[in-house]
């Protein structure tokens, strides 16, 4: 089979695995994007995400069980935080699909999908630590990367690089 009718295939389990999320959620989550890195739809009522996160996981028809990563992402000109997360269905199924959701930058938070894929545990931690993303109901909200007392995150686009930590100047 030749490269591209392979994608194809892939984006068209994606699309129908989407119309099936589509039914049950509704206005919840967004339209379905057919981007060509990875198919993609976001979710658009975020109290409802750990609910969403349940139904794409045990659902027998989509069976998302394996969360390969979380991304954090800082939208300032929105004045947001967002998350990326790319869902594969491992198995005979095989499709795949990210989904975003975004939050206030300053005060927001996003459900914890921690105790829906296990690997969301310590994706979640990175997103805090680098961009301040804050998950509720997370069983272990701290930093993962730098020190507790490090000021800021790290990863967001206004962030400014404190000159020194601990006495010892910090190179950038």
């Given at each position: 089979?030749?490269?591209?009718k392979v994608y194809s295939q892939s984006v068209a389990e994606s699309a129908a695995a989407y119309a099936i999320i589509k039914e049950k959620f509704g206005d919840a989550i967004s339209a379905f994007d057919a981007n060509e890195t990875m198919p993609f739809f976001e979710v658009l009522d975020v109290a409802r995400w750990q609910e969403i996160a349940?139904?794409?996981?045990?659902?027998?028809?989509?069976?998302?069980?394996?969360?390969?990563?979380?991304?954090?992402?800082?939208?300032?000109?929105?004045?947001?935080?967002?998350?990326?997360?790319?869902?594969?269905?491992?198995?005979?199924?095989?499709?795949?699909?990210?989904?975003?959701?975004?939050?206030?930058?300053?005060?927001?938070?996003?459900?914890?999908?921690?105790?829906?894929?296990?690997?969301?545990?310590?994706?979640?931690?990175?997103?805090?630590?680098?961009?301040?993303?804050?998950?509720?109901?997370?069983?272990?909200?701290?930093?993962?990367?730098?020190?507790?007392?490090?000021?800021?995150?790290?990863?967001?686009?206004?962030?400014?690089?404190?000159?020194?930590?601990?006495?010892?100047?910090?190179?950038?």
């Open positions: 089979m030749e490269e591209g349940l139904f794409l996981r045990d659902n027998g028809k989509l069976k998302f069980n394996y969360m390969a990563c979380l991304s954090g992402v800082d939208y300032p000109a929105e004045e947001k935080l967002g998350i990326v997360c790319n869902l594969e269905s491992l198995g005979e199924l095989g499709h795949r699909l990210a989904v975003k959701l975004k939050c206030a930058r300053n005060g927001g938070s996003i459900p914890t999908v921690s105790c829906v894929w296990h690997t969301a545990n310590w994706h979640e931690r990175e997103a805090y630590d680098m961009f301040g993303m804050l998950f509720t109901g997370h069983p272990d909200m701290r930093r993962i990367l730098c020190p507790e007392d490090w000021e800021g995150f790290p990863l967001r686009k206004d962030y400014k690089v404190q000159e020194t930590y601990h006495g010892i100047k910090v190179p950038y």
